[in-house]
């Protein structure tokens, strides 16, 4: 009878596992399990997009998936087959009947391995803005950001300095000699006198300001940006600097840092003789964003599409 019972539980256990090991092999069998699915692109609408692909209306695509995967799933490999995007696709039965994105194809009415979908792709049609380009700049300065790294000026402490009596006399006679040569007419002579004023220290933003805006004059862009860019260190609330470097920059093709410089140049101090040129620049910004804009839409919709 021990022996029986032995027998019959060696009997058992060989035929327990038997049955696992087979019901284990039809479940990946099963897991493994992939269809075929005839995709037929009944309508291929893109929107007036241009894309570069081989697929075109009338044509079939055979896309391989199991059949519990959704509708979704499928239209994510049909997306990267013909570049559209899954919320510009509609899947249909050859009867027309739509089916939803949560849907298992193996519950799809009407399909079965190696039956046939219909794809109906309709991308929205951009309407673009009609935006005129931009124009040429005939003021902008050839090479004027290329010119000198710019004119001396005191470092450190000498910056800020209390100057001496016969320093401040010396600090206003060079002033006055360059003003006296600018007015004849003499800019680089009158360029180094102010600079000589300007290196006996502490210079106010004031007459960096001036150098700056002597430089303009002189179309040294890089270098009168860079005198600009020291006064506001000085003085940030100089209209003058803001000013002066407002212009340079937008010689130098900056539309955007121009504009904001004389957007507070503006604030602090109005002053009609860059009043043109402002509006110029409020304008021309506002276009190179709009162009800008527009062509990261066309970016985003191509993006959308691929």
């Not at 320093?167 to 040569?181: F, I, K, P, V």
């Not at 937008?250 to 040129?277: H, N, P, T």
Request: charge should be negative; proline fraction near 2%.
């Amino acid at each position: 009878a021990i022996l029986a019972e032995v027998l019959w539980s060696v009997i058992h256990g060989v035929a327990l596992g038997s049955f696992r090991r087979l019901r284990s092999a039809h479940s990946i069998g099963a897991m493994a399990e992939q269809w075929v699915v005839k995709v037929k692109i009944e309508t291929l609408d893109r929107g007036g997009v241009k894309v570069k692909n081989m697929w075109d209306a009338g044509q079939v695509v055979s896309v391989q998936i199991e059949p519990h995967a959704t509708i979704n799933m499928l239209k994510q490999r049909i997306a990267l087959l013909v570049s559209a995007h899954t919320k510009h696709q509609r899947i249909t039965n050859e009867a027309g009947l739509e089916f939803g994105d949560i849907t298992k194809l193996a519950d799809c009415e009407g399909l079965e391995n190696n039956g046939t979908v219909l794809l109906h792709v309709e991308q929205p049609k951009v309407e673009e803005k009609v935006i005129e380009p931009l124009s040429d700049d005939e003021e902008i300065w050839a090479g004027a950001a290329d010119d000198d790294a710019g004119e001396p000026m005191p470092e450190g402490e000498a910056m800020t300095k209390e100057l001496t009596d016969e320093q401040m006399d010396l600090r206003n006679r060079l002033q006055g000699e360059s003003a006296e040569l600018l007015e004849d007419g003499d800019k680089a002579a009158a360029l180094a006198k102010l600079t000589e004023a300007i290196m006996v220290g502490a210079p106010t933003a004031m007459m960096i300001s001036k150098r700056a805006e002597l430089l303009m004059k002189m179309k040294k862009a890089k270098a009168s940006a860079k005198d600009a860019t020291a006064a506001l260190a000085v003085n940030p609330d100089s209209g003058k600097a803001y000013r002066v470097r407002g212009r340079v920059r937008r010689y130098m093709g900056d539309y955007s840092g121009a504009k904001e410089d004389l957007d507070s140049a503006q604030k602090i101090d109005f002053d009609d003789s860059v009043a043109e040129m402002h509006a110029y620049l409020t304008k021309r910004v506002a276009k190179i964003t709009a162009l800008a804009g527009l062509e990261e839409k066309r970016a985003q919709v191509e993006a959308d599409i691929c």
